[in-house]
């Protein structure tokens, strides 16, 4: 495990043995509004299959499942995990599993089908540029023809943050097989939407 990845464990395991829901993703108003936005800027009202990395304490992942045959959620955080799968667990067509990625990007075929829609929700601010670029095409790998990637990301300052919003997702954009499709942005939040081409 690389030290970044080790310091980010650490960091995460302080911040779960501390509460459950360490940002407060059921209650704050960022959180539901947030939500709110992701499910309006979304092109279909069902899908097949979701991939959703860095599910956190599974609030965004049982909105999701409502919408979906199949969902894979995940995160490298031991506490983060087994929160969503007891929120999940009445859910039999939603798998949540722990993952540290790039490294262990779930595999096409048996690992995980190609997907409709991967969602990075809250989660590139913690990667560096080569890695946010590896995993914008893992991802466009796991899409579907035609399947789509939402990035959806809080724009001011914070300790941990490895990349600033607005470069994240310009490093995105410019995947050759991706093209944007729909954007919100407002003084908090970034929301992008792009569809595999």
């Given at each position: 495990m690389r030290a970044a990845q080790l310091r980010n464990t650490r960091h995460f395991d302080r911040l779960y043995a501390g509460s459950e829901d360490p940002w407060k993703t059921r209650?704050?108003?960022?959180?539901?509004?947030?939500?709110?936005?992701?499910?309006?800027?979304?092109?279909?009202?069902?899908?097949?299959?979701?991939?959703?990395?860095?599910?956190?304490?599974?609030?965004?992942?049982l909105q999701l499942a409502q919408r979906c045959?199949?969902?894979?959620?995940?995160?490298?955080?031991?506490?983060?995990?087994?929160?969503?799968?007891?929120?999940t667990a009445h859910l039999p067509h939603v798998q949540v599993r722990r993952q540290s990625l790039p490294e262990q990007w779930p595999?096409?075929?048996h690992d995980m089908p190609q997907v409709d829609l991967i969602l990075f929700s809250e989660l590139c601010y913690y990667f560096d540029a080569p890695n946010v670029a590896e995993m914008v095409a893992l991802a466009t790998t796991a899409l579907a023809p035609a399947g789509h990637l939402l990035a959806c990301h809080w724009k001011k300052d914070f300790d941990d943050r490895l990349l600033a919003t607005r470069p994240m997702h310009q490093l995105i954009d410019a995947h050759a097989r991706l093209k944007r499709q729909a954007c919100y942005e407002d003084e908090d939040?970034?929301?992008?939407?792009?569809r595999k081409i």
């Open positions: 209650d704050s108003w960022y959180e539901q509004r947030k939500r709110a936005l992701v499910e309006a800027i979304l092109p279909h009202q069902h899908c097949t299959a979701i991939f959703e990395p860095g599910c956190g304490s599974g609030e965004l992942t045959q199949w969902l894979m959620a995940s995160d490298f955080c031991a506490e983060a995990v087994r929160i969503t799968r007891e929120k595999a096409g075929g939040i970034l929301i992008d939407l792009w």
